[in-house]
């Protein structure tokens, strides 16, 4: 389903398709929108574009875990456990080592 956001978000891209923070923003609302696999293309970009962005390698492994890919979410989820500890996130940290118990 496509939102206002969603269309809002994919102009912005069409425009700048290198512009990390409309392709992150595009992700996060395709994936509020059930749109998984749009969203995984734009949050894989921002992960492959800018490799200390801690945020969207959490909800990129999210997302996989909602799609059952349970080995590739593990990896970037501990990858962004390495950046939460070493940017001093402490809440972010938490969160994944919570997360990560579960595997």
Request: proline share 4%; net charge negative; with cysteine.
């Amino acid at each position: 389903m496509t939102t206002p956001r969603i269309t809002r978000f994919r102009a912005l891209v069409a425009k700048q398709p290198t512009n990390e923070l409309f392709l992150f923003s595009l992700a996060q609302a395709l994936d509020a929108a059930e749109e998984l696999t749009e969203a995984e293309t734009h949050y894989r970009a921002c992960v492959e574009t800018k490799t200390d962005w801690m945020l969207p390698r959490i909800l990129l492994g999210k997302l996989l875990l909602k799609t059952g890919r349970k080995a590739e979410a593990k990896s970037l989820l501990e990858g962004a456990l390495w950046l939460a500890v070493d940017q001093d996130h402490d809440d972010p940290a938490m969160e994944l080592r919570e997360l990560l118990k579960t595997f």
